[in-house]
T-cell receptor, first 112, second 113 residues
Framework: LAKTTQPISMDSYEGQEVNITCSHN???????ITWYQQFPSQGPRFIIQ???TKVTNEVASLFIPADRKSSTLSLPRVSLSDTAVYYC?????????????FGKGTTLSVSS | DSGVTQTPKHLITATGQRVTLRCSPR?????VYWYQQSLDQGLQFLIH???????AKGNILERFSAQQFPDLHSELNLSSLELGDSALYFC????????????FGNGTRLTVT
């Protein structure tokens, strides 16, 4: 399973765009990249998933370069409520025996 | 609301005891995953079941066991509890679409005294 590396923490102000990058140098051909958000004492919540290029939904964008060795979660115009831990998860859920292992995540702190 | 239900929400028990945590996946989801999250720690993968069969196992202690029943709900059994087992235990389910994302419940907070 591809190991992921993310910054431990990031700080931002309300209204700014935040980009969190995840490195996954040994990503496998069939691996997908998925980002989750977790608030204290709550279960992680799915944000966005992609395989290559760019994916956008109503809350975020995910940029994946051609070599797929990294990915960037982009949160436009963050608010205080975006303060949370963000996890990058890389894996092929369809592969038998795959353990979906989360890294330590990035703690995003948004201030006013 | 993720559609994944975990019971109980809170559990307080003593060392040496045994507890059972229950998870009901989203309707139609065949996969169930269990994770442990200790205070200020990341999510530790425990085990994955798909349609009643074990698919993957993480660093799950021998004192811990799990199963998924024909109705697809899952139970995580923790025995000979130690203080260090105090943690949030999350269950997640995923759908049948290719590489469908995980949907997590709100967890069971276990406190071992």
């Amino acid at each position: 399973l591809a190991k992921t590396t993310q910054p431990i923490s990031m700080d931002s102000y309300e209204g700014q765009e935040v980009n969190i990058t995840c490195s996954h140098n040994n990503i496998a051909t069939n691996d997908y990249i998925t980002w989750y958000q977790q608030f204290p004492s709550q279960g992680p919540r799915f944000i966005i998933q992609g395989y290559k290029t760019k994916v956008t939904n109503e809350v975020a964008s995910l940029f994946i370069p051609a070599d797929r060795k990294s990915s960037t979660l982009s949160l436009p115009r963050v608010s205080l409520s975006d303060t949370a831990v963000y996890y990058c998860l890389v894996g092929d859920r369809e592969k038998a025996g795959t353990a979906l292992i989360f890294g330590k995540g990035t703690t995003l702190s948004v201030s006013s | 609301d993720s559609g994944v239900t975990q019971t109980p929400k809170h559990l307080i028990t003593a060392t040496g005891q045994r507890v059972t945590l229950r998870c009901s996946p989203r309707s139609g989801d065949l996969s169930v995953y269990w994770y442990q999250q200790s205070l200020d720690q990341g999510l530790q993968f425990l085990i994955h079941y798909y349609n009643g069969e074990e698919r993957a196992k993480g660093n799950i202690l021998e004192r811990f066991s799990a199963q998924q029943f024909p109705d697809l709900h899952s139970e995580l059994n923790l025995s000979s509890l130690e203080l260090g087992d105090s943690a949030l235990y999350f269950c997640a389910s995923s759908g049948t679409g290719y590489n469908s994302p995980l949907h997590f419940g709100n967890g069971t907070r276990l406190t071992v005294t």
